[in-house]
């Protein structure tokens, strides 16, 4: 009677190791023959910032054209804090399993340089995909400008005249718009003013309590349609389709194109073949007619947006260099990732 016992139980222990070894637990997701990854289970995508922004804006239409694609729910998680490094923490301590991703972009690149998030962010996420990049632009307010200029060359010889009176907002002094700030008024006399969000700031800049802003044309269509705000100069290789009058940094011979990107990411072990089939999805998804429609609206056709892992990985690899040479000259850079 032991024996058999034995024997049975030693049976079940072998097709539970059988089935454990197939390649295939649901909790992991399941590569099939061919080598594809085969989706079991919903995936979350973390936005490190809030609902209604942006990044949020972004990822949800995503999100939805990915449900569809996949089979499977696709989830957007709102984990938002620190300037998006809490959404890096978060997604750091989750599995690497093929079903968490993340909305990045480079606010995350110039966190990790000033040594914010616990890891070392470029060592442990990959980029899986670029959805968008739109061109930043310098936009001034129309009551605070009245008068005094109306074009980038009007607005240098005004900085030069009236050193430190102009305010620029921006949402970050030591992030991206800081860096393209500078970059695009060569060190002039400027004050910088943070704000805590792109609401706030374009309330200050309609009142004619700002005199300019520096942001995304995402964010601003409707103040430049209203005519609260004057288009200045575009950070970018072309003019802008629609706004043809406005100079762009790339004819005014200005190395000033930073514009803010969002790709979606995941840890660095996360299976090989489950980046490749979100890579090969996203890919599909950009060319719906919806997802084409979201870029007109929101201004994101002006630059090609979507790249795969590889050329986003190569984009990233040229703004950490570009930040990490900014950061140093602030006295800001606490991970140098070059000295290694």
């Known amino acids: 009677m032991k024996k058999r016992l034995f024997a049975l139980v030693s049976a079940v222990l072998a097709l539970m190791m059988v089935a454990g070894c197939s390649g295939a637990g649901s909790s992991e997701g399941t590569v099939d023959a061919d080598g594809n990854w085969v989706w079991e289970r919903k995936v979350e995508i973390v936005c490190p910032w809030g609902v209604g922004g942006g990044a949020d804006a972004t990822i949800r239409p995503m999100a939805d054209l990915l449900t569809k694609k996949l089979g499977v729910q696709v989830q957007v998680n709102n984990i938002e804090g620190a300037g998006g490094v809490n959404g890096v923490e978060y997604v750091y301590k989750q599995p690497a399993d093929g079903y968490t991703y993340m909305l990045g972009t480079q606010s995350l690149i110039m966190a990790d340089l000033q040594g914010i998030p616990t890891m070392n962010f470029k060592d442990e996420f990959v980029p899986v995909a670029k959805l968008v990049h739109s061109i930043s632009i310098i936009a001034a307010s129309k009551k605070a400008a009245e008068g005094k200029y109306t074009n980038f060359s009007e607005l240098l010889d005004y900085i030069n005249a009236h050193p430190n009176e102009i305010s620029v907002g921006m949402l970050s002094a030591t992030g991206a718009d800081a860096a393209s700030l500078r970059q695009t008024l060569e060190g002039l006399p400027v ?26 044309t995402d964010e601003i269509q409707g103040l430049i349609a209203s005519g609260d705000i004057i288009p200045i100069v575009a950070l970018s290789e072309n003019r802008m389709k629609r706004y043809p009058d406005m100079e762009c940094t790339g004819e005014l011979g200005i190395d000033s194109y930073i514009g803010t990107w969002r790709a979606v990411m995941c840890r660095k072990g996360t299976p090989q073949a489950a980046i490749d089939a979100m890579e090969a999805a996203i890919a599909e998804c950009v060319q719906d007619p919806t997802w084409q429609s979201f870029l007109e609206q929101g201004a994101y056709d002006e630059r090609e947006g979507y790249a795969n892992a590889a050329d986003t990985q190569a984009l990233m690899d040229e703004e950490y260099a570009t930040f990490t040479e900014y950061l140093r000259d602030q006295g800001l850079l606490v991970r140098d990732y070059t000295a290694a």
């Open 191 to 216: 004050k910088e003013v943070a704000y805590g969000s792109g609401s706030e700031m374009n309330a200050a800049i309609a009142g004619g309590h700002l005199h300019l802003m520096i942001t995304g």
